[in-house]
């Protein structure tokens, strides 16, 4: 059974980088087959994509945070990486990983339990 | 960008069919998936590529896609079907980018 896990700091302070890892178990992230996304949820707020990534290090990114998104992948260690820069309070959400299925964008079938991500000095 | 409209909020009976909506821009053009989301969890997929179950979701839940409505369709609903649904699509037009709805609480009455 495929798992995702996000993991990082918890709290990240106004204009600095946020940084979180998504490790995958089960199943191996370097396949043809699939991209790996990143997905915020504010708090009582809806679902937002962030970004995703392919095995050979291709990426997609939402436009309206491409300039302060860089998605990662380490095939090696199975893990996939996002980072967030110049973040404020409204960067404060649940982050979630999730494996993108599909073509023209796909759909994401399995999620990570989400990791909350708290932006305050 | 394109844009994603779903109603705040549904209500149902138990043993009754709920219908939640998704509106976009000549919509059945494009490959609606939705999700389910209960309080506290991540998203589960319910359905892809308009109609497509994935395994372990009952049959209860189906999908439809035309013109600018597409539609998540629950049958014989159960008080566990309570939760937020959000629809998304992959809009190909000008820059790339993954677009979900504003999501729909349903209640079960």
């Known amino acids: 059974q495929l798992q995702l896990q996000e993991s990082g700091p918890g709290l990240v302070k106004p204009s600095e980088t946020l940084s979180l890892t998504c490790t995958v178990s089960g199943g191996s992230i370097n396949l043809s087959t699939y991209f790996w996304g990143w997905i915020r949820q504010p708090p009582g707020k809806v679902l937002e994509w962030i970004g995703s990534?392919?095995?050979?290090?291709?990426?997609h990114y939402k436009p309206s945070l491409k300039s302060r998104v860089t998605i990662s992948v380490a095939t090696s260690e199975n893990q996939f990486s996002l980072r967030l820069s110049s973040v404020t309070a409204a960067d404060t959400a649940v982050y979630y990983c999730?494996?993108?299925?599909?073509?023209?964008?796909?759909?994401?079938?399995?999620w990570g339990q989400g990791m909350l991500v708290t932006v305050s000095s | 960008s394109y844009v994603l409209t779903q109603p705040p909020s549904v209500s149902v009976a138990p043993g009754k069919t709920a219908g939640i909506t998704c509106g976009g821009n000549?919509?059945?053009?494009?490959?609606v998936h939705w999700y389910q989301q209960k309080p506290g969890q991540a998203p589960v997929l319910v359905i892809s590529?308009?109609?497509d179950r994935p395994s372990g979701i009952p049959e209860r839940f189906s999908g439809s896609n035309s013109g600018h409505t597409a539609t998540l369709t629950i049958s014989r609903v159960e008080a566990g079907d309570e939760a937020d649904y959000y629809c998304q699509v992959w809009d190909s037009s000008g820059d790339h980018d993954v677009v979900f709805g504003g999501g729909t609480k349903l209640t079960v009455l």
């Open positions: 999730a494996r993108v299925t599909g073509t023209g964008g796909g759909f994401f079938d399995y």
């Open positions: 590529y308009d109609r």
């Open positions: 990534v392919f095995y050979t290090g291709s990426t």
């Open positions: 000549n919509i059945g053009g494009k490959s």
